[in-house]
């Protein structure tokens, strides 16, 4: 028998008439009133009856109507059975009921009091309806799949970070991405909820390259939107640092850059951090240059944070530029600031070293022992004023801190170098005597 032969079913005149008396109820929203009929027939009528699947589809609206989802989920779920079985229901009515009884589940699923595994369950008879649903429909809508995507996404995400249980959750993260992607190819211009999951599935999967690509039209079409810009940074950097040579990070380097600057010059992504982050960037990939002054425009606005980290940091792009008058004025200006830093003279002292200002590098390196909080560095601070005073031949001072130095080194520390240090130092008293006794000789003689 064709599908146009075959009889529809109808309701018996019992509860055509019951039926009848409900709608009024409905409209003035007497609920409980409503159910009372529902359940008195519903009792009376022969089971698996297209009598009781109405019922049932009937009760659902009242439940639906009080917001009573938890109650409605088994009368439907009974009368597609129904439904199915018999035969009462054409397609299209039963793949509406599929696709809201998984909207059911999927609302009961997301509550925020259930535990992760019972928030699974619902998504779990959600996916099951859905793919049921999926099945009966020949031309799912834009949103439709979405939804058929979230539910997916949400199981992945109720297994959490567990080992044990990555590969199942993998599993769904692609199968929400198929879905997502089967929506993206029948639209034009893909809502921003789209692209938001597309985004959380590779991110999922750690694929930070589709990961930015989708948040590069995400930027390009809602570019107030802070988040989106610190994703696809974060993107750019996560890549950079993916890679195993320099010359391969370079790029993702210099998009992190570009993504950071396009940020801000639509007014994200301006606070300390993320201008350090700026500074970082070309710091990193040697471009001390901007670098620096990044960091001179920083510390001066106050965009930069004043910390002796960053003062030590703009000292070194000088150096870098060999510009070690500069460096050497930052590492003043930070010990005006710290003033208890003694590292900030130890570097000074070899700044001075560098461009051959002995004198100021001796007097940098004993300001660095008087001001002390050199912490496991300590003994090279000595080593190098015993250095500075034996290249200048100030054997005494030279031998008292080569002493020190010795004393300082760590237990464990091997420092070859100092004992030959302090032979040489000795070797030159030696010498530094026998040259005064011989002038005293002399100037006795005449």
């Keep these: 028998m064709s599908a146009e032969e075959k009889e529809r079913p109808y309701l018996s005149d019992e509860v055509g008439e019951q039926l009848g008396k409900v709608r009024p109820l409905f409209d003035e929203k007497k609920w409980d009133e409503a159910l009372v009929i529902i359940d008195k027939v519903y009792a009376k009528a022969k089971p698996g009856s297209y009598d009781q699947a109405v019922l049932l589809n009937t009760k659902v609206q009242v439940y639906l109507s009080r917001n009573e989802f938890a109650k409605a989920i088994p009368c439907m779920e009974e009368s597609l059975r129904i439904s199915t079985q018999f035969g009462y229901f054409e397609n299209k009515q039963n793949a509406e009921l599929t696709y809201l009884l998984a909207q059911l589940y999927y609302s009961e699923g997301v509550t925020v009091k259930r535990s992760a595994e019972d928030q699974r369950t619902y998504f779990l008879k959600a996916l099951e ?80 390259a589709q990961m930015a690509e989708y948040l590069e039209l995400l930027v390009s079409q809602y570019p107030s939107n802070s988040q989106y810009w610190q994703q696809l940074f974060g993107c750019y950097v996560n890549l950079a640092g993916a890679q195993a040579k320099e010359k391969d990070s370079l790029p993702y380097n210099v998009r992190a850059i570009l993504a950071l600057e396009r940020a801000q010059a639509v007014g994200q992504m301006n606070t300390p951090k993320d201008q350090y982050s700026l500074f970082s960037l070309y710091f990193n990939i040697q471009q001390y240059t901007k670098a620096a002054e990044l960091m001179e425009a920083g510390l001066k606005s106050g965009a930069i944070e004043h910390e002796q980290r960053n003062y030590e940091m703009l000292s070194f792009c000088y150096q870098q530029l060999n510009k070690e008058l500069k460096s050497i004025d930052v590492l003043k200006r930070a010990a005006a600031r710290f003033p208890n830093a003694g590292q900030l003279y130890f570097q000074a002292a070899n700044a001075y070293y560098s461009i051959d200002r002995y004198n100021d590098a001796l007097e940098s390196a004993k300001l660095a022992v008087t001001k002390g909080d050199l912490g496991q560095t300590a003994y090279k601070v000595h080593y190098f004023v015993a250095f500075l005073c034996y290249e200048m031949r100030k054997y005494q001072e030279a031998l008292a801190a080569i002493d020190k130095a010795i004393a300082l080194i760590p237990a464990g520390v091997n420092e070859p170098n100092y004992p030959k240090m302090r032979e040489a130092i000795l070797v030159g008293l030696e010498d530094q005597e026998k040259i005064r006794k011989a002038v005293e000789a002399q100037r006795k003689q005449r």
């Excluded at 009966?136 to 997916?152: E, G, M, N, R």
């Excluded at 993998?170 to 985004?199: C, G, N, S, W």
């Design 129 to 208: 309806h859905i793919e049921k649903w999926d099945a009966l429909t020949a031309k799912p809508t834009i949103d439709q799949l979405q939804f058929y995507a979230s539910v997916l996404f949400n199981i992945a995400q109720s297994y959490g970070d567990a080992p044990a249980t990555k590969a199942q959750k993998i599993t769904y993260v692609k199968r929400a991405q198929a879905q997502t992607l089967r929506a993206l190819q029948d639209t034009i211009r893909p809502k921003e909820p789209f692209y938001m999951l597309m985004v959380a599935c590779a991110q999922e999967l750690a694929d930070y």
